[in-house]
């Protein structure tokens, strides 16, 4: 690898072929610059403008980049309900890189991509590329939020490496500060908090292969008392952070762009897993994968879970897909597709977090669903609070009359426990009856 070339990164296939990429225009810098006034502002017919961060950037960067700058952008869409939209920072992201595919070494995750910029760019044609993106994808210019990180190979001895590390942590700081832009150097990085300590050390895990590993949380029949599934759940341990928990390592894999490649592990991780309990240990229940809106409707999503069971030879009856409710009715036709798609392949599929988004008993009759697991504010709150305790037993009572199949998590008494069972609820999930448990202890409970 020459001094100025990027490092080989993985990219996010959760992003192939999302809608509003087949038409893009294909940009170079040149053209970029061309259609930008002597003012730097952009002239691009429809271009959405930026202005506020345009500013920004202009303020704290000189204006051409120096050879060799590694440059992060960090997008986000923001919805008008103000949610993250990652379907459309993903789309956007993927137009980018459409701009930028002559000149090679992106690499593309959530909404953030990494570039190796070409010597004496102007920071105006840089705004021009990622409004004619913006633009192809359709999204309202107030609804994007975009956070600028740079580093240079060579700097303070920085290899090529370190100025994609310290880039992508430079973007997430000035998204989040809303500074615009921000240039980070090894120096900087000796400082850093606990939160990019995590990120960092996360990513590492990722490339190495280590210090990730799966837990199975049990799912119990509220009749039986017995096994009928469990969860398959990511935990994360490091040399010198110890033991993270996955509520203080998740918010940070989500905002610094590790989300998706933490996903994918599970997924790739887990389907191996379930088929060696299956084969060697006499799994006969499912185990159930945490999916996200985004990957769920990536192109070949289907097909790769498919791979993955024959590569395993594992009966697709014991795997199963969780997705929030969130995310199916941020898109309910397409995620009603795919997942018929996966039920087609015997796979089947639980809609998480139910009941806190208001799908109407028309929406669950469309969609191809086995179970639904009752979102875990009900059931903390069932015993205090008697609207939530109606809302949980018309939660049941809805997804009996589809004939759907019913899972409370977050169960940690008795009386939420009984209570539950009166409802009508099949199947709970929780401390009460266990926490997630290692794979060892997890096949060690199994029915002989």
Sequence with gaps: MSDNELPALPSATATDGLEGMEGLERVDWSRAQDVSGDDGAAEVPGALGLAAWQESVAAHLDEETPSGTVCTIELRVISDSRRLDDVASHAIARAIQEVHSPLGGIALEEGQFTLLLPDGVSWAAVATTIERAVASVGVSSTSVHVGFGLADIGTQGQTAEDAVRLSRIAAIRAYESHLGARVMTLSDEAGL???????????????????????????????????????????????????????????????????????HWVIENAIPAIATMAHQHGLTVPISINVRGADLLADGFVETIGRLLATHDLDPGLLRVEVTEADVLSNLDAAEERLGALREIGVSVALDDFGKEGTTLADLRRLPVDVVKVHRAFTRDMESDETASALIQGVMSLARSVGIETVAVGVESWPQFERLRSFGCGAVQGFLFSPALEASDFIARLPK
Excluded at 210 to 227: A, E, H, M, S, Y
Excluded at 251 to 259: N, Q
């Design 193 to 263: 908090g606990r939160e990019e300590v995590v990120a960092r050390r996360l990513a590492e895990a990722l490339d190495a292969e280590r210090g990730l590993r799966l837990v199975f949380q049990p799912k119990i029949d509220t009749g039986t008392q017995g096994f009928v599934g469990a969860e398959a759940l990511m935990r994360f341990k490091c040399a010198d952070l110890g033991e993270v928990g996955p509520a203080e390592f998740f918010p940070i894999a989500t905002r610094t762009g590790l989300l998706a490649r933490l996903e």
